[in-house]
């Protein structure tokens, strides 16, 4: 089980960046695989999911601003962001779950990247 993000950085609000999860086969295939986000002192919170057949589902805040995808040919997740705000500063991780049920709920997946941080100021 590897999940491997890539892609953080310190961008200037309004501004862009994509996010990219390297799953190992087995994870990739998970039922649901998604993106989370904690900011200091704050609770890791689901920002965007996508289910094997390609539904999705997105934290409210988010929706418009942000798109999951995934990769097919090299078995990535991957999180496009656009106009970024301050609020979206946070440490990102992908990860997977294997049961049924896509939600945007943490504590329902299996396995975890060790994240990559983004920083909008």
């Known amino acids: 089980v590897q999940l491997v993000e890539s892609g953080g950085g310190l961008v200037q609000p309004g501004g862009s960046l994509r996010l990219s999860c390297l799953a190992s086969?087995?994870?990739?295939?998970?039922?649901?695989l998604g993106w989370f986000r904690e900011a200091p002192g704050k609770s890791r919170e689901g920002v965007a999911a996508i289910v094997r057949d390609g539904t999705t589902t997105y934290l409210s805040s988010v929706k418009g601003r942000f798109t999951i995808s995934k990769g097919n040919a090299e078995n990535s997740l991957f999180l496009q962001m656009s106009n970024l705000k301050p609020e979206d500063t946070a440490m990102y991780y992908c990860?997977?779950?294997?049961?049924?049920?896509?939600?945007?709920?943490?504590?329902?997946?299996?396995?975890w990247g060790q994240g990559t941080q983004v920083t909008v100021s």
């Open positions: 086969a087995r994870t990739y295939s998970s039922y649901c």
């Open positions: 990860a997977g779950r294997s049961g049924s049920m896509c939600l945007l709920d943490p504590s329902r997946y299996d396995y």
